[in-house]
């Protein structure tokens, strides 16, 4: 294994059970450990945006629409539900609606899921922040697959001389 080995450790999978997530923590108390849903810069700058966002806009409904290309396994994306996170730690927000059917009325805690799955989409997270009379829209569109790679050689670089521990990928960009 990488601790066994003393070498930093770069995930950008999502999904771990339980018992893969504690052992990849264990593995940062002896060394670096980095990890994240998206490498993308300009995702981990929307993360950050749409914390501002939801401490600005109190009151306003959320809604969340990711896409991605028809063969994407988990829904909602490792991405989404990074964003919803980010949103929940920063907002009133107490329950996630994954979709809309029927008669369904918005509660005021909520926060809209929708996940699109069609074509070769690289993928798109659209976050709508929707108040009386006016509404934001933040979107992040990755049109090639590059801009994750990038962003992971740059994790693996920067992860390379940090001290065990655990980290994300907004250690990466901030420093």
Do not use: M
């Not at 009133?92 to 799955?117: C, K, M, N, Q, S």
């Not at 801009?147 to 920067?158: E, K, N, P, Q, R």
């Amino acid at each position: 294994t990488c601790a066994e080995a003393d070498v930093a450790f770069v995930t950008g999978t999502t999904g771990f059970d339980d018992e893969e997530y504690e052992a990849l923590e264990a593995a940062s108390e002896d060394i670096a450990v980095l990890h994240a849903p998206n490498f993308a810069r300009g995702v981990q700058a929307l993360v950050n945006v749409v914390g501002q966002a939801v401490r600005n806009l109190p009151g306003y409904d959320v809604e969340l629409v990711e896409t991605h290309h028809n063969d994407k396994r988990d829904a909602p994306s490792g991405t989404a539900n990074r964003l919803l996170e980010e949103i929940e730690a920063n907002g009133d927000f107490t329950e996630r609606t994954h979709g809309r059917e029927g008669e369904a009325p918005r509660e005021d805690a909520e926060i809209g899921v929708h996940a699109l799955r069609a074509g070769d989409i690289t993928g798109e997270h659209e976050i709508v922040l929707a108040g009386n009379h006016e509404e934001v829209r933040l979107t992040h569109r990755a049109e090639d697959r590059g801009v994750f790679a990038a962003g992971a050689v740059d994790a693996a670089v920067w992860i390379a001389g940090q001290k065990a521990g655990w980290y994300d990928f907004s250690d990466v960009i901030t420093e």
